[in-house]
Structure formats: structure tokens, C-alpha cells
């Protein structure tokens, strides 16, 4: 049962654009939600997170916006760049539950 | 200052023999978790562990996986009796806080040690 999903396994974007990565809950009593960022062979790292109670969070040019409603968050990141390129994962709280995550390119 | 510590980062066992793998937490963390993750999955919670305390094991297969956290030394997830579905990255976090520090993202990752079962 996959409470967390990120339904594009890759996403490829050019250099300076915005990349948005998507994510879908099932769970309503998650309350707290993170993005993750995985190179090959190392451990994640925390990105961004949001709380359930706002629907949007800016770090840089990392923003998270939260969709309750529609049991949906989505990472945006702009203008990308070619160290972004990695594999996104989306997690939701309490119990830190992962998606399956996203592959991010960012081309030149 | 030194982050999550893994070892191994790659370790090779047949069928039926045992893997252990290690974790020392960030200098300061006295809250371990252990995370899975499977060939085209996500990371999947197996165990989190306080000091000589088992906190919340609902993620742990039933038969064969324990985990433990001395009072000295590393974290240690054992696997017995290995079977090929075994074969994963098994990730070890570390935090500061109590239980509430899950949600709040202040995990903080190792390399990960990659099981490979032949």
C-alpha cells in the first residue's frame, strides 16, 4: 500500500527552466511533508519540508506548495541547474514515509 | 565532524548465510532508523531505536531481521539467513530528538550499505 506516490519516475529539464516534481498522498492524517535529494551512492538529504498547516514554503529556489485538498504537494525548483540533477524523494509524517521518487536531468 | 557512518558500503553473502551491517549515528544522535530500499522503490522504514531501546519496529519483516543499539558502539541491523529478495540499500538515519524529530525532516542519512545476495 503506497501512501506516498510520485507517479514520474524520471523528469528531464533544461538548464534555467523550472523543474516540478509531483507527489500524491492517501493518507489525511499525514501532517508534515519533506523532499529529499539522493545522488548515486551517497544517503538522502533533506531538502525542504512543509507543514499541513501551509500551503506553501520558499527556500532559496526551492519552493514547496501543498495542495490538502487534494492530497498533493509538489517541489518546484527554478531556475534549475545541472547539480540539481539527482533522485527527488517526496516523504510524508509522522513515520517518514516515502515515495518512490524522481529522477531528475537537468541538461545543458 | 563526522556524518552517519555505514559499514559496509558493499557486502556479498549466499543464500542462508548471515549480514550484518552497522551504523554510528552523528556525534550527539541518540536516535537510530533503519530504511530499505528495493530495486524501483522508495525508502521504506524498517526499525527505529533509541539506546538499548526498540522505539517502533512495525517496519521490520517478521522472521530472520533484528536490530539493536547498544549502549557502546554502533547500531546494528542482522539479517539471518539471507534470501535473495535480501538484495537492497539499507540506509541508516540518525537524529538528536525524540520520535517527534521524524516530522520535522531532521534525519540525517548515511551512504547506505548495499546487500548483495547471491
Known amino acids: 500500500d503506497q501512501q506516498v506516490k510520485q507517479n514520474s519516475p524520471s523528469l528531464s529539464v533544461q538548464e534555467g527552466r523550472i523543474s516540478i516534481l509531483n507527489c500524491d498522498y492517501t493518507?489525511?492524517?499525514?501532517?508534515?511533508f519533506l523532499w529529499y535529494k539522493k545522488y548515486p551512492a551517497e544517503g538522502p538529504t533533506f531538502l525542504i519540508s512543509?507543514?499541513?498547516?501551509?500551503d506553501k514554503n520558499e527556500d532559496g529556489r526551492f519552493t514547496v506548495f501543498l495542495n490538502k485538498s487534494a492530497k498533493h504537494l509538489s517541489l518546484h525548483i527554478v531556475p534549475s541547474q545541472p547539480g540539481d540533477s539527482a533522485v527527488y524523494f517526496c516523504?510524508?509524517?509522522?513515520?517518514?514515509?516515502f515515495g518512490t521518487g524522481t529522477r531528475l536531468q537537468v541538461t545543458l | 565532524n563526522a556524518g552517519v557512518m555505514q559499514n559496509p558500503r558493499h557486502l556479498v553473502r549466499r543464500r542462508g548465510q548471515e549480514a550484518r551491517l552497522r551504523c554510528s549515528p552523528m556525534?550527539?544522535?541518540?536516535?537510530v532508523y533503519w530504511y530499505r530500499q528495493l530495486p524501483e522503490e522508495g525508502l521504506k522504514f524498517m526499525v527505529y531505536?533509541?539506546?538499548?531501546?526498540?522505539?517502533?519496529e512495525s517496519g521490520m519483516p517478521k522472521e530472520r531481521f533484528s536490530a539493536e543499539f547498544p549502549k557502546e558502539g554502533p547500531s546494528i541491523l542482522r539479517i539471518q539467513q539471507v534470501v535473495r529478495g535480501d538484495s537492497a540499500a539499507y540506509f541508516c538515519?540518525?537524529?538528536?530528538?525524540?520520535?517527534?524529530?521524524?516530522?520535522?525532516?531532521?534525519?540525517?542519512f548515511g551512504e547506505g550499505s548495499r546487500l548483495t545476495v547471491l
Open positions: 531505536l533509541q539506546k538499548e531501546n526498540i522505539i517502533d
Open positions: 538515519a540518525s537524529s538528536p530528538r525524540t520520535k517527534d524529530s521524524r516530522g520535522t525532516g531532521e534525519l540525517f
Open positions: 493518507n489525511s492524517m499525514f501532517d508534515y
Open positions: 516523504a510524508a509524517s509522522p513515520k517518514l514515509t
Open positions: 556525534k550527539g544522535h541518540s536516535h
Open positions: 512543509i507543514s499541513s498547516i501551509k
